[in-house]
């Protein structure tokens, strides 16, 4: 079930499926962008029993900043006894998040349906 989107900000669309919140970071994350998304972020995570999916597939740069949000995003969502799940495919970004040890403790996912655990049609699957 989806529900209507909101753009708070340019960098920042959050929306609602299958009772997560997901939060689509677009563009160029950056400090700049990343002082705009902060505000936000911290009201949709700060939630007690917060289910959350960052989702970067929408993303053109990111960095360290993104990754300050992402730590954030995680502490905030876990601490109110939450669950977060990554959406990510971006090749430097994942290669950002491995070299950094935030892939252990936020594990990325290919696809928001594989984050949520929702298996694909029989006739549609990769191999994987």
């Given at each position: 079930m989806r529900q209507e989107s909101a753009s708070p900000t340019r960098h920042l669309r959050v929306r609602h499926h299958r009772g997560h919140t997901v939060l689509e970071f677009r563009g160029e994350i950056?400090?700049?962008?990343?002082?705009?998304i902060a505000p936000y972020l911290d009201r949709e995570t700060g939630r007690p029993g917060a289910r959350v999916v960052l989702d970067l597939g929408g993303i053109e740069f990111f960095d360290c900043s993104g990754l300050r949000l992402l730590y954030r995003a995680r502490g905030q969502v876990l601490d109110g006894g939450g669950q977060v799940r990554l959406v990510c495919t971006h090749v430097l970004t994942l290669r950002m998040l491995r070299i950094t040890g935030l892939?252990?403790?936020?594990?990325?996912?290919?696809?928001?349906?594989?984050?949520?655990?929702?298996?694909?049609?029989?006739?549609?699957?990769t191999g994987r």
């Open positions: 950056d400090i700049a962008s990343a002082a705009e892939a252990r403790l936020l594990p990325p996912w290919p696809t928001l349906d594989e984050a949520l655990g929702v298996s694909r049609p029989a006739g549609r699957r």
